[in-house]
């Protein structure tokens, strides 16, 4: 299961002309602070809760989404770091390969950013926006094992704007501040020094999930100081053929996971199912509900990083449209969405070949969303 991000808050007067619907989710850590239960998508609702505190202090629960099936809750904000913002310096391929476990505060110097920033969970209960993007270590031209990691943080609460009875985290695409340490503006290329406190997360209700992971993603939350100190080329994502494709939606790889989870991959040669137009946003042909789009090799390709209904009149933050179904490549993230391994596409326009029609069809032509 996967469930759409990208909604804040706006006027009321904007919201009742733009339509928007909530739609954020994800699965996020628990320890050693509160995580966030998450909200649903377009139909549906959520039903599981979280439970449990951080260090200091926190609960949470599963969100009641407008949609998307059920939805794990974590625990709210709460514990992390206290004290100075300092930690050890550490290399991204120091954590992501497990030899700096969960809990320790680390210093990580010139990460390169590898997505725009993005919703990455909203506790309907707690009203708890958490934020995320991700980075590669520095120095490579191709991305790698152990190269990648999400960074997270939280930031403003979501409010309940003038005349609406829903909460809605900032939109950052209109210019909201959404109150954390992470950039607003964060795009592919710029360099960071990031200290934060490394985890690794899966919810325990996954288990009850059809196919549900069992192998956590590991992150960086918690973030006391995320700093730009200037831009380099990302690297191009490394190449999967054949069957090593389907390794990337194994739920219980742990080594596989370990390698390759937030890492850039590039998807040659796929071919996408055919869907039926769903009840939940899915516009049939090969796209589904929440947007993914399931290749014949069994993995799962989301919107989650580029999608924003406050904002989908922008080719580049629309549900992508398709009219064929054989791809060159795609190029995403490796990313536990929820409770499912898929790839999480980060430039629309460019990150498919061929690119959807609609990235085709704008006027001029969009073929990268970089800095959109």
Partial sequence: MAIRSGFGFLGAVVLAGLGVAALSAGCQSNTPSGGTGSVGGDGGGSTATGT???????????????????????????????????GEAHTVQDVASGVIGAGVHVTLTGVVAMSPKFLVSQSSKTGSCLWGFFVSAPGLTETGENTGLMVVNYG?????????????????????????KIPNDVQPGDVFDVIGTTD????????????GASVGQIQVKNACSITKTGTAAPPKAHVFKGADIAKLASPDDVDFHGKWGNVKVRLEGVTAKEVAAGAD?????????YGLVTLEEGVQVGDKLYYQG?????????????????????????YLNFCTWDVEVSDKCGGFSPSPDDCKAAAPPVTTCVGQ
């Fill in 52 to 86: 449990g505190t951080g260090t200091t202090t926190g609960s949470g629960s599963g969100g009641n989404g407008s949609g998307g099936g059920s939805s794990s809750g974590g625990t709210g904000q709460g514990g992390g770091q206290t004290g100075a913002c300092d």
């Fill in 156 to 180: 403003t609460q979501a409010i309940i704007p003038d005349g609406g009875t829903k909460a809605y985290c900032p939109a950052i695409g209109f210019g909201d501040d959404a109150g954390d």
């Fill in 200 to 211: 690794s997360y899966v919810s325990s209700s996954c288990a009850a999930e059809p196919n």
């Fill in 281 to 289: 946003g899915g516009a049939g042909g090969i796209v589904g509900d």
């Fill in 310 to 334: 406050y904002n989908k009149k922008n080719a580049c933050h629309a549900q992508p449209m398709f009219s064929g179904k054989a791809f060159d490549f795609i190029e995403g993230i490796s």
